[in-house]
Every structure is written in C-alpha cells, then in structure tokens.
C-alpha cells in the first residue's frame, strides 16, 4: 500500500522554514536531473555541484523546521510525504529543466534573489536560520557567478543562443514577481526580525539582474502581470510529475532504506 | 573530440598556502572564466584547493618525447647533484 501524506502544524515559523525548504529541494532536484545530459562534462560537474548545494540547505531546513514543529515528522517525510498542495515552493523553481539555456535563466533570476535573501538573512534574529544563512550565501553566491557568465555567452553568443535565452526570459519572467512576495504570516515574523522583508531586495534585485541581461544583449518583457500561488500550495502542472519521480520509492515502500 | 569553441585547459591547484601550484588534469572550456569554474566545479569538490590557475594547453610548449635521450639521460650519471648528503632539519618544512 503507498505510504499515505503526513500532515504539518503549520506555524508561521514552520511554514516559513518549509517554504525555503522547498525552493532548495525543488530547484535542487531540477537540477539533479541533468546529471549525465549536460552539454558538456564540464557543465554536467558545475549542475550537480549547484543541486547538491541546494540538496544540503534543503536538508538543513527540513531538520530546522522538524525541530520547531516538534512532532514526529522530520527531514524524509517533509520531502517524501507531503503532496503537491502541501508543498510551497516558488512556481518559477519547479518549471522544467526546458533546454540548458532556460536552465541558466531559471538559475540566473533565483540566484540574483537568493544571494541578497541567504546576506540579509544572516543577520536573522533567529540563530538557526542566521546560521544556515551564512553557509548558504557561499553556495547561492557562486551559484549567481556561474549563471551570470553563462547568460552573457548564450545572450551575447550565437544566433541559436540568443533566441534560446530570450525566449527562456520571457517565458520566466512571470514568475519572478513570487519572490518578492509577503503575506500576513511572513510579515509577523518580518516584525520580530526572523524573516527579511524580500520587498527591501526588490531595488537592489532591479539594479543587479537587468544589468546582467542587458550585457548579454537581451530584453526584459514589458510586462508587469506575475504568477502567484506556489506559497499557498497552488502549483503548475509540472510539480505533480516532479514528485512522482522523487517520492517514488518512499510511496511504494514505505520507509525502505538501503 | 573535435570541440573547437571550447579549447583545452591545463589546471593547476594549490592545496595549502606555501604549496606549488600542481597540474592536476585538463578541462575544455570557452574562455579564460569559465575554465576556471569549470576548474573548481571538477578539481575542488573536495575541498583539494586554495588556489587555481588554467592555462591555454596551447600555450605550452613541450620537451619531445624522442629526444629524451639527449634531453634527460646526461642527468642519469651525476648522483653528486642530489641532496641526500645532507640532513635537512626538520623545522625547514616542505621543500
């Protein structure tokens, strides 16, 4: 018999935790999934070095938000029993690997994000969480390096590259407006210093990725709608697929190791 | 491999400060940069390095393998030129 969902007391903390959580797992596993087909082994190494940074601070945040819960889920059952609705990732994290040129947007707009968010977070009143902040800004950090290189060579590249990358742009766009998002559960911990208010990285965010996209002699699109919904459990189709993938094994067996 | 945007790299890592950089493989990449993430991504992953360099494989040039004979076999015959005549006091470190 699968394994059945667990439930989350979701308090502001845990939820918040389970949020960060998920981005990581989520893009990690995006990643993870190149893992042979790269263009190149050079890039097939840099891939899963980038998913494995994300896989640790998963990890940590899932024993994080374990811990302040208090009952009996931990790390394994947060990533291999929830559902999709229960899962609160960014939608931009969970859209698929498309072709490597889409990859490295995807990778590009998030990093610019996660940098400024893992800084600012170090200074988190709450120790944990300023601590897995300052090993994850090392990642995140190398993480925008690596992508911002890539952006300038394939938008400032071939003519194949350039059209891949931008229409990669446009079609991620959307998506970007989540990161900046605050809703009432996050502003109470913005109050007491937990959480940094994503709205305060928004001017710098504007300052540093348009600058990027511009040297690599791409556009960003004029418009201003943005998706929403991966915060609150309302996802795109792709998630359900990516978790049927991951949570596989524990579904059928429940609880095997090996 | 015929990979002519991506040429070939020579990577050297530093493990520790006082250390020679050491040629630790190849790499092929686009350019200067990249190589040298490429460089960190492949070499470093397990916290081998403090330093890298990449050089253009082009760029080196290299003793012919059929003239080692007069390259390096008048060296064979003079054990007077090793050190090992001497005790090296063991606060001198690596040498």
């Known amino acids: 018999m699968a394994a059945a969902s667990i439930t989350v007391s979701e308090t502001p903390l845990v939820l918040y935790v389970l949020r960060r959580a998920d981005d990581a797992l989520i893009l990690g596993h995006r990643l993870s999934e190149w893992c042979g087909h790269a263009p190149m082994l050079e890039e097939d190494m840099a891939l899963a070095n980038m998913g494995l940074d994300l896989l640790g601070q998963a990890r940590e945040l899932y024993s994080y938000a374990a811990n302040v819960e208090g009952r009996a889920n931990d790390e394994d059952k947060f990533a291999y029993l929830r559902d999709v609705r229960q899962y609160r990732n960014l939608l931009l994290l969970e859209q698929p690997n498309g072709d490597f040129a889409r990859t490295m947007v995807r990778q590009f707009l998030y990093s610019g994000f996660a940098d400024l968010y893992w800084r600012a977070m170090m200074k988190s009143s709450d120790a944990t969480l300023a601590a897995i902040a300052a090993k994850s800004e090392k990642e995140s950090a190398y993480h925008l390096r690596h992508s911002s290189e890539w952006m300038v060579r394939l938008g400032d590249g071939t003519e194949e590259s350039h059209r891949r990358a931008q229409a990669a742009i446009n079609d991620l766009w959307a998506f970007t407006g989540e990161m900046f998002e605050v809703d009432r559960t996050e502003r109470a911990l913005i109050e007491a210093g937990v959480a940094v208010d994503p709205a305060s990285l928004r001017p710098h965010w504007l300052s540093t990725v348009p600058g990027v996209i511009s040297e690599a002699t791409l556009t960003l699109p ?13 996802h795109s189709e792709h998630l359900g697929h990516l978790l049927s993938e991951l949570q596989s094994m524990q579904r059928t067996f429940p609880g095997v190791t090996w | 491999m015929h990979t002519p945007n991506t040429p070939l790299w020579e990577v050297f890592i530093r493990s520790r400060n006082g250390l020679a950089h050491k ?32 050089v253009p494989s082009a760029a080196i040039t290299a003793s012919d393998p059929s003239e080692k004979g007069m390259m390096f076999e008048p060296a064979e015959s003079k054990i007077y030129r090793h050190p090992t005549f001497y005790d090296v006091p063991e606060e001198v470190g690596h040498m």
């Open chain 1, 222 to 234: 004029n418009s201003e709608w943005m998706q929403q919904g991966g915060r609150s459990g309302r």
């Open chain 2, 23 to 54: 040629h630790v493989g190849s790499l092929h990449a686009a350019d200067a940069t990249l190589a040298l993430q490429a460089a960190r991504d492949i070499y470093t992953r397990r916290g081998e390095g403090l330093s890298i360099w990449v």
